[in-house]
């Protein structure tokens, strides 16, 4: 057997940031460190040492990634090293935010020493990366996220964590194998009062669980994000459409997938190709969190219970212990159509869910104002002063905690993974319209075509 | 009765899933007036159904028959459903029995049952259209039901129908959607045409798509056939297919790529080979490794790993450890070498934890974060914690801090003893770590060593046992901190309220209560603070028994403060009211000063003719309070006990303190405009001073009424109020320039324009004039 263990040239080397930081030193104390260290790098103003920073890259300057950026910018324990998007204009204002957010720190006012990169394999070859923050389109997440570990980086993934229930397990996999630290961008888990309210439903403070509820939406109609044919448009200067479309089935460029301004949070997510709809919009957070609160995060429902053939007028989800999971187009379903709570119960936000246990009813929304539920008292026992929902979180902090302990993320990769999963069961029983029996630990149907469903082929010549 | 329609769509972000048939102005239409009510519409895509939204006249409910045509002129059915016991608002649905293609069709809802008036939305359209709602088969086409069409995921019926579609020279979409089907519905027959496409560069990947999730031997076997015929990236695509297959056939095959002199098709070759993870596909990528090229070492240690850990799974360790066990050497990149190290403990099984030792005591950071990491993320084997545990104390100080911070984010119990140990009697650093690590474990196994802490000497360390002890959930620590407060020791109990409040336990509350009665200053006063939070309407006696009996101010202060919290979140003002009017009259002058706040906090009727009551008390301090809680009250009932005092009263202080008070609550929108207004005017009348002439003229400003501005006009005359009175006749003018009063707006602003007011407020009225009188 060859040496397996030398080095390779002209292919990203797999060294990490410490043995860089190390070979540097050695180099550095030999031929040119300074007379005078500044204090700064030496951590004596109350800065962060250099050798002490998470130096991190963005991969996708969307909206999303904008507040990625902005996170990291603002904290002193991180160095973003790069940013890279097939974008140009994109990654160029990454690349202008951070050396100018940089530049006003230091005494000399200057700093250009961001990387724009339209190739993610570039970043991914900088030993001195320590982690990746992935925030591109769907159909990205999962290869770039795998690409990143092999390469020995950490990574922050937007959610959903993959496309499709093959997709994640293969993450899932992979972040063990390499031994990495992967945070799912599901913040809301993160959130005093999400945390304050899955805690006290999985520690049984409502009692049984018997219903969940969330919203799921539609696509023009459609349950599941379509794959309908848009027309060509030119593709925008500056653009590199083919590394956009990249592992998906090809499609010609169309503004309403990408375009400056961003025309949406997640304008791609209603094709399924390149996103989830429903999943990615907002309830691969839902999933997140309700399974949290279940205690079925790293789990699953063993039914999907679809309208035309289950006994409930929207789609189930049922779990082992006999938790019913309904997905509702709107809050007005669970009063109107369930009769699950009063009719005065003010249900409004999105990103979690409203639960119904034996000793009453309790919200994990976002965004519709302050926490509902009933009795009275089951705020009290929550702890809670009052039932404002703030949005204030500390997800990316505990992500760069873990990466310097190596812990477990709150949200981790299977965590990730099962969140996704969640909605893309919905959607197989959506698109074959019928109802499903899950193995959560199989992760295999009862149904052949609903199994051929858990993966699809990817472009040449990408691969997982 | 109809309820109101609540369509709520989700993510409103998102704007791609508004339904656009939802949009416009909507009305309900009974079917009750006609036999049948239909609508034509066209659908761009195939659909496998639709759906209405029923509204009902009266809760009862009823039923309706939905009913699918070709067309209006209702030749051919296409699908029929019959609805009963239709609550109101529902959306009911009809699902056809195969989807239909895209086209124009025309659905209607007849045959009404029950006894209620049942019917659809509909909503007005610009212009006339074709696509339209029909009432008994006459069309109205400006308006338009509520409906929708659900899009098929699978427009085709069978596989030779797909074949036929496939053969005729589709669209490439039509070609994309037939692939997808195929790839959920196709069986062997479609494995031909599929394979056709392999070579077909802009057709290859689709084909794929289909033929890799089809189960079929045929599909694989294609996919292998293809390895021999293509080239370039279509063979690397075909690669990743036959690797995402792990189709075992394919190891021979694949073994002649690995000497491919494409690096692409040798590197998806191993990955593939990884994925497929047999002793033969090892055996081939461990043969590739004695004479791989160096670009593609990468990819093969890539797959070496993947294949490696198959093995494993298939319990194959002793397979998986000569792969994983050479990727190990010091000089292999640290990821790979990361990866296999974990591999080839995980592999040893029991045997696996001295390796697993030996990476934490390595003085290599990135070695040893392999094992932190396993710690934290892998179970492990029997007797694993116990070995890591027993290794602490033998390793330098910074590897035990991280090694004790992954033991107690683990929580595992072999652990406990150890860590408890280290938070009793360890160094300082140590201690800290395993305090902030307690929520690791369950059952509070933590909650002595914690408590214990809170007394210790090193500020750091009960400082962060109380951050554990705050954040810690669990009725065990409430009720040891709730039994803390019968402590002797007068820090603990100081730290129990403290930890009480923090947390919120409401069950403490009797023993809070208790604490203020007989404690000691210190401990009366923390409880009473922590009460303000935690005590409710049923503590009000008791804390007003400890306020009456108070004898020094703190305490009193201490108490009025916890009560004023508990009278401002009364839900039942008047009866709290009731608890402490009955007090006042055998009150000292101080406890009827609290009193008398305490009623500002409760408000309401009862207690406003109380304070009011009050203001005739023959000892001053007392009287002097309760002008200030009637001109600090909340409410508009005390305007005109407000009035009554500043007309009565001979202090000017007192005079000055009712006028604010009045025009305060003139400000509140809790009154209409009419009746604020007119306290403005009569509370001019009694006001001397300018400084309540400003304020008036503020509170004038806030309403948007002509008799504001007469009232503030007389203003802009004196010098000393002539900017608050322009401010309020332009913020008044601003509101009524488009209505009925605009020509009194203009007459004040012409007023206005006519003094010698700032060159601003010339401006701006300037403006509204224009406004109001365009030239």
């Not at chain 2, 009524?736 to 700032?758: I, Y």
Request: charged residues 25%.
């Amino acid at each position: 057997m060859n040496d397996l263990s030398t080095h390779s040239a002209g292919v990203p080397s797999p060294l990490t940031r410490r043995d860089f930081l190390g070979s540097a030193a050695v180099v550095a104390g030999s031929v040119s460190l300074p007379w005078i260290v500044p204090a700064s790098a030496r951590g004596a103003d109350g800065t962060i040492l250099p050798s002490e920073r998470i130096t991190v890259a963005l991969i996708g300057h969307g909206l999303m990634g904008r507040g990625h950026l902005h996170r990291c910018l603002g904290d002193p324990a991180v160095q973003v090293l790069g940013v890279c998007d097939v974008d140009r204009s994109r990654r160029e204002e990454g690349k202008r935010r951070t050396d100018a957010a940089y530049a006003a720190t230091r005494s000399k006012g200057t700093y250009s020493a961001c990387v724009a990169c339209n190739d993610y394999r570039e970043l991914l070859a900088r030993p001195d990366l320590d982690a990746v923050l992935i925030a591109t389109p769907d159909h990205w997440h999962t290869l770039l996220a795998i690409d990143a570990a092999k390469a020995g980086k950490d990574v922050y993934c937007e959610k959903p964590v993959s496309l499709t229930l093959r997709q994640g397990r293969r993450l899932s996999e992979v972040m063990r194998r390499y031994a990495r630290v992967f945070q799912t961008g599901t913040q809301y888990r993160s959130m005093f009062t999400t945390r304050k309210v899955c805690n006290f439903i999985r520690a049984g403070g409502l009692g049984r669980i018997k219903q969940v509820f969330a919203l799921w939406s539609t696509v023009e109609g459609a349950y599941f994000p379509l794959s309908s044919a848009l027309p060509a448009e030119p593709v925008p200067d500056g653009l590199d459409w083919d590394f956009w479309v990249g592992p998906a089935p090809w499609r010609p460029y169309n503004k309403r997938f990408h375009r400056n301004p961003p025309p949406g949070v997640v304008p791609w997510a209603f094709c399924e190709d390149f996103g989830a709809a429903s999943v990615t919009w907002h309830h691969s957070h839902s999933a997140d969190v309700i399974q949290y609160a279940l205690g079925y995060e790293v789990g699953g429902p063993v039914e999907i219970l679809h309208p035309s053939d289950g006994p409930f007028p929207t789609l189930t989800y049922r779990y082992a212990n006999g938790t019913l999971f309904h997905l509702v187009d709107h809050w007005g379903m669970v009063k109107g159509t369930y009769h699950a709570v009063p009719e005065n119960a003010e249900l409004a936000g999105n990103f979690g869910g409203l639960f119904v246990g034996e000793r009453g009813w309790l919200t994990s929304m976002y965004g519709g104002g302050p926490l509902q539920g009933e009795p009275d008292e089951i705020f009290t026992e929550m702890g809670l002063r009052n039932r404002a929902v703030s949005g204030s979180n500390n997800h990316h902090a505990n992500w760069l905690e873990c990466i310097r302990t190596r812990g477990r993320p709150s949200a981790y990769e299977e965590i990730g993974h099962r969140s996704a999963s969640l909605g893309h069961l919905a959607i197989i029983a959506f698109k074959l319209r019928r109802s499903l029996a899950w193995d959560p630990v199989k992760e295999e149907f009862d149904d052949a075509e609903a199994n051929r469903l858990r993966s699809r082929a990817m472009r040449e010549p990408w691969r997982l | 009765m109809i309820r109101p329609l609540r369509i709520g769509i989700a993510g409103a972000l998102l704007s791609l899933a508004a339904l656009p048939v939802l949009a416009g102005k909507r009305s309900a239409f009974p079917l009750n007036d006609c036999e049948r009510i239909g609508q034509r519409f066209t659908t761009p895509r195939p659909i496998d159904g639709l759906w209405v939204i029923v509204p009902s006249w009266l809760d009862a409910e009823g039923g309706l028959t939905l009913t699918l045509w070709e067309s209006s002129e209702r030749k051919r059915k296409l699908a029929r459903r019959v609805f009963t016991d239709v609550p109101d608002n529902a959306r009911v649905t009809l699902s056809f029995p195969k989807p239909l293609p895209r086209g124009a069709y025309y659905w209607e809802v007849h045959d009404r049952t029950g006894t209620t008036r049942i019917g659809l939305y509909g909503e007005r359209l610009d212009e006339e259209d074709a696509n339209c709602a029909y009432f008994d088969g006459v069309p109205d086409r400006e308006l338009r039901f509520v409906f929708g069409a659900t899009p098929t995921a699978f427009p085709y019926t069978d596989t030779a129908e797909m074949i036929a579609v496939l053969a005729s020279g589709p669209s490439p979409a039509e070609r994309d959607a037939l692939c997808r089907q195929l790839a959920v519905q196709g069986t062997e027959e479609a494995v031909g045409a599929l394979t056709e496409l392999l070579a077909d560069r802009s057709r290859s990947h689709m084909a794929r798509y289909a033929l890799e999730a089809m189960p079929q031997p045929a599909a694989g076997a294609a996919l292998r056939g293809a390895l021999d015929a293509l080239d370039g990236d279509l063979l690397v695509g075909v690669v990743n297919s036959v690797g995402e297959k792990a189709d075992p056939e394919a190891v021979r095959p694949l073994r002649r790529l690995l000497r491919s002199k494409s690096p692409g098709v040798a590197a998806a070759a191993m990955a593939a080979l990884g994925k497929i993870g047999t002793r033969e596909a090892a055996r081939a990528l461990l043969r590739a490794s004695k004479r791989s090229r160096t670009d593609l070492l990468p990819a093969l240690r890539w797959a070496l790993l993947a294949c490696a850990d198959r093995l494993a799974e298939q319990g194959l360790r002793d397979d998986a450890l000569s792969i994983y066990d050479p990727l190990r050497r010091e000089t292999t990149p640290a990821p790979i070498r990361a990866a296999a190290t974990r591999g080839a403990i995980l592999a040893r099984g029991p045997r696996g934890t001295s390796l697993l030792l030996e990476q934490l005591r390595s003085d290599d950071q990135a070695t040893a974060d392999v094992a932190l990491w396993m710690i934290q993320h892998e179970s492990g084997t029997p007797g694993m914690i116990s070995s890591v545990v027993a290794a602490l104390p033998d390793l330098p100080a910074p590897r035990r801090v991280q090694l004790a911070r992954a033991l107690s984010f683990r929580g595992d119990p072999a652990a406990l003893p150890a860590l408890l140990s280290l938070a009793d009697s360890g160094p300082k650093h140590l201690r800290l770590v395993v305090l902030r690590g307690a929520s690791g474990f369950p059952g509070n196994a933590f909650l002595p060593a914690l408590l214990n802490a809170l007394t210790d000497p090193d500020e750091q360390v009960p400082k962060t046992a109380r951050k554990e002890l705050i954040d810690l959930p669990g009725k065990r620590i409430d009720m040891e901190l709730t039994g803390m407060l019968e402590s002797r020791d007068q820090l603990r109990r100081l730290l129990a309220i403290e930890l009480l409040g923090a947390r919120n336990v409401s069950g403490a509350v009797p023993a809070l209560l208790r604490a203020a009665e007989n404690g000691s200053p210190k401990v009366r006063r923390a409880s009473l603070k922590v009460l303000e939070t935690l005590a409710g309407e049923d503590q009000l006696q008791a804390l007003l028994d400890i306020l009456l009996q108070a004898v020094a101010a703190a305490d009193a202060s201490a108490a009025e403060r916890a009560l004023r919290a508990v009278c401002a979140k009364t839900r039942n003002a008047e009866s709290t009211a009731d608890k402490l009017v009955p007090l006042l009259p055998d009150a000292s002058p101080a406890r009827k000063q609290s009193l008398l706040r305490l009623l500002r906090a409760v408000g309401g009727s009862t207690a406003c003719q109380a304070v009011q009551a009050a203001t005739r008390d023959p000892d001053t301090r007392v009287r002097e309070m309760a002008v200030r809680v009637l001109s600090g009250w909340r409410t508009t009932e005390a305007v005109p006990h407000l009035f009554v005092l500043a007309q009565r009263t001979g202090s000017r202080t007192e005079k000055v303190l009712c006028l604010r008070g009045i025009i305060r609550l003139a400000d509140s929108k809790e009154a209409p405009v009419s009746r604020r207004l007119g306290w403005c005017r009569k509370a001019a009348g009694l006001i001397e001073r300018e400084d309540e002439k400003k304020l008036l003229l503020g509170t004038l400003g806030g309403l948007p009424t002509p008799g504001a501005l007469a009232m503030a006009a007389p203003y802009l005359q004196t010098p000393n109020t002539r900017e608050e009175a322009a401010a309020a006749i332009l913020a008044v003018a601003d509101k009524l320039t488009q209505g009925p009063d605009a020509p009194r707006a203009a007459e004040a602003l012409r007023k206005l324009l006519r003094t010698p007011a700032s060159p601003e407020a010339i401006r701006r009225a300037r403006i509204l004039l224009a406004r109001i009188q365009p030239e």
